[in-house]
């Protein structure tokens, strides 16, 4: 894979109240450090992640919320509602 490119972050900067997370993708190793993977794909940052620190050790996690199917009013969710059986109006 070609060079990746990453930004370490150390626990006191990443736990600061107005902490900006510098990547989407990122983990944090046996020494406390997070390191950032630059890259849109969670694919290539697992596989980066796989290759410097071995298969299995480490799961890339996302520091921003993806986007996904919006719930919410006007999206159709799966929320109905049933009037009960001998309910009067």
Same mark, same amino acid.
């Given at each position: 894979? %070609?060079?990746? $490119?990453?930004t +370490?972050?150390?626990? /006191?900067e990443f736990s600061a109240?107005?902490?900006?997370?510098?990547?989407t993708w990122f983990i944090k190793n046996a020494l406390g450090t997070y390191v950032f993977i630059h890259t849109s %794909?969670?694919? $290539?940052?697992? +596989?980066?992640?796989? /290759?410097?620190?071995?298969?299995g050790r480490y799961t890339v996690n996302a520091s921003k919320i993806q986007k996904g199917k919006p719930l919410g009013e006007?999206?159709?969710?799966?929320?109905?509602?049933?009037?009960?059986?001998?309910?009067k109006r």
């Open positions: 894979m %070609s060079k990746q $490119k990453i +370490e972050v150390s626990y /006191e109240w107005d902490f900006n997370p510098p990547a %794909s969670r694919a $290539k940052a697992q +596989e980066w992640v796989d /290759e410097e620190y071995g298969k006007g999206s159709k969710p799966a929320f109905g509602v049933a009037t009960r059986r001998g309910q």
